[in-house]
């Protein structure tokens, strides 16, 4: 159905067309989150796809990007927030790495538990409270307290199986990260294992 506007009192129409102005300044775009490592930023799937749905022009936004995190080590994951502006400009803010990179760092490791109960690693609570201090710069982290950020740390240690202590014995720890390392090579061999087993079976 077509709304015809002829008629209408000049003072209506002048309204109207405010309100369209505004209607078409209003953006649309979602907000795009995704991890980006430092200095690598590519046009290739999946941030190049990521930026296109979004009209962002990828060439540049790479050169930005590389260019703002050539002081970080290259390849370290960066959580990323892109607000796409509706003249297809847009704001970057770059968050520190998560939280996982520095447990797994502090730790000494690069994976975290594969299985049930197992501890992956071990970290000081004075590593712990460093982590704490380093994402209480992130913005989400803004109406957080330092306590309640440790705790919260607490937590994602736990998830990786990375256990809190108050010490640390240095040859006591490297002798534990050797004996965890032959038994994750053990436990990633039976999963090879038993994956050619299941291959054959369903040939």
Known sequence: MTVSLQGLPGRVLRIL???????????????????????????????????????????????????RTA???????????????????????????????????AAGIQKGRQRKGEVAGKITLKHLYEIAKIKSEDPPMALHDLETICKMMVGVARSCGIEVVRELDPNEYAEFLKER?????????????AKENKLLRTN
């Open 17 to 67: 067309k405010r309100s369209k102005k505004f209607v078409e300044k209003i953006d649309h775009s979602s907000k795009l989150r995704t991890n980006i490592p430092a200095g690598l930023a590519s046009a290739a799937p999946p941030l190049g796809s990521q930026l296109g749905q979004r009209n962002i022009n990828i060439a540049n936004f790479c050169q930005d990007f590389n260019k």
């Open 71 to 105: 002081n970080i080590k290259e390849g370290i994951p960066l959580p990323c927030r892109v607000k796409v502006n509706s003249d297809r400009s847009y704001e970057l803010t770059i968050h520190k790495p998560p939280a996982t990179y520095y447990l797994k760092q």
């Open 181 to 193: 390392e032959k038994s994750r090579a053990q436990f990633e061999e039976e999963l090879r294992l």
